[in-house]
């Protein structure tokens, strides 16, 4: 279906979600025995991502993609060591860069971990326009994105003054809602510059929340999900029964 002219997707449960992410995945991604090419993506945080990179790094799709030519970034993370159970580096690491042997030249690690977090976000951006050969805005080939029941993205959250950020690719964040309150995100003009941004959703708890995102009228300050508009056909939403049934 579509509404407010971006596609979303409803499926049975979350495992189905994984699916049907993993399969835009490996369909856009490079294939063995082709020319080579980079493929820059973004991986989400959270949990909700887990089964999608449980299912990459399986015997079913891990031999239909060209890891090497892969590259990993990050939307945010968290001010914890890299192996801290709440690390998103350390969620994406466990479930899919060991178990693929992603080479760590291929990893572009957030070290919100450090004391100067306005150090690390600038140094990250360093690392954004390198990546992208200085580009002033890099276009990701995919992005992958959640949704929190309170509509944030990303670190992103209501009322956040990131929200307003147009000039920089990486800020800190000092007072999330949520623990622990100090993290780094990219800022909402790197997501609308995508290629493609893929929303995945899951659970009842956002069930209203994803209503009002993609058909309310509430400001985007409050519903941060909802300033990530990078085009008709350039975002999706795949979303469970549970999160997406009254749409």
Request: net charge neutral; charged share 25%.
């Amino acid at each position: 279906m579509e509404v407010a002219g971006y596609a979303v997707q409803v499926f049975k449960d979350k495992d189905a979600v994984a699916r049907a992410a993993a399969d835009v995945f490996v369909n856009l991604a490079p294939q063995p025995h082709e020319s080579p090419r980079p493929f820059r993506v973004v991986l989400a945080g959270g949990t909700t991502p887990q089964a999608l990179y449980a299912l990459l790094a399986s015997a079913e799709y891990r031999n239909r993609v060209a890891w090497d030519q892969v590259l990993f970034f990050f939307g945010d993370e968290r001010a914890v060591p890299p192996d801290h159970p709440d690390s998103n580096y350390r969620r994406a690491n466990d479930a899919l860069f060991r178990p693929l042997d992603i080479s760590g030249k291929n990893i572009y690690q957030m070290r919100a971990d450090r004391p100067d977090l306005d150090a690390a976000a600038a140094d990250y951006e360093r690392v954004l326009q390198s990546a992208f050969e200085g580009a002033r805005v890099p276009h990701f080939d995919l992005i992958f994105l959640g949704m929190g029941a309170d509509g944030h993205t990303a670190s992103l959250f209501p009322g956040s003054s990131a929200l307003a950020e147009c000039k920089r690719l990486v800020v800190p964040v000092t007072d999330a809602p949520k623990p622990p309150p100090r993290r780094l995100t990219l800022t909402i003009p790197v997501l609308n510059a995508a290629r493609l941004v893929l929303f995945m959703v899951v659970g009842a708890d956002k069930a209203q929340t994803l209503r009002e995102v993609l058909k309310g009228t509430v400001s985007p300050d409050q519903y941060p999900a909802k300033y990530v508009r990078p085009g008709p056909e350039r975002l999706a939403w795949l979303v469970d029964e549970a999160a997406g049934g009254t749409l």
